[in-house]
């Protein structure tokens, strides 16, 4: 089909960029990450400047997060906090088709100062307080950019145009569900399945890290095997029912 020539093509332009670097596939890059282990050398991994998080969780950079969590969890403040914290270090994408960009940034506003989001979102603040919004902002404002994509392959365009300009650091979606995958399917799970096979390719190709949202329901927490009685903060491995085994780790907010 026509998507799978354009997926195709982008593998290939991944390809060939990798090969200018000097990163080609074969005997060279197995001994090369042999070396790198036998040697105890540390896989890189992405700091999300949120210490109760990196002590659980390494991300490392052909990884797949999602961060489920039923509505109003706090999911997307969380996947703000990480982006604005990296962006600190380099580019980030960030893909909303939750929120408007105004939305986004008020949050990221409230989150990095702690001034309450109905007062930033109402215009309420006082001179200073727009000063200190205004200052957190454009520290952040080069890294940080926020698109709309609708389909993967419209987020992997993006996200390697960014990677081979002034480099890509992590990639957010908010949420998962909202996207639209690019074959046809009815069946919503294969659905969600395929897309997130997607964005493993695409953390995969790029050497970028992507930090999905999903959201869940009390059922899936169930089918999930968690109870009420869940941690706060908890690991599921078997996430069947959403179609993401062996593509993610899913980390679940309660």
Known sequence: ???????????????????????????????????????????????????????????????????????????????????????????????????????????????????????????????????????????????????????VSELQAEAMAMKNGDGLELVCIDYLQLMRPDGKTENRVEQVGQMSRGLKILARELQVPVIALSQLNHLDMVLCGLGDNTVKLGLVLRPVNLGLHRVAEILVLR
Request: with cysteine.
């Open 1 to 151: 089909s026509a998507i799978d020539l354009v997926q195709t093509a982008w593998r290939g332009i991944s390809r060939l960029t990798d090969m200018a670097a000097g990163r080609t596939a074969g005997s060279g890059s197995i001994m090369a990450a042999a070396g790198r282990i036998l040697t105890n050398e540390k896989p890189k991994c992405l700091k999300t400047g949120l210490k109760f998080l990196d002590h659980y969780i390494q991300i490392r950079r052909t990884n797949q997060i999602v961060i489920g969590a039923t509505p109003g969890a706090g999911k997307t403040s969380l996947m703000l906090a990480i982006a604005c914290n990296v962006s600190l270090v380099g580019p980030v994408l960030i893909n909303s088709l939750e929120m408007s960009e105004d939305e986004l940034i008020e949050n990221m506003m409230s989150i990095l100062t702690n001034i309450p989001i109905d007062r930033i979102a109402n215009r309420t603040l006082m001179p200073q307080e727009w000063a200190t919004c205004r200052e957190v902002m454009m520290i952040r404002e080069k890294n940080l950019r926020i698109v709309h994509c609708t389909t």
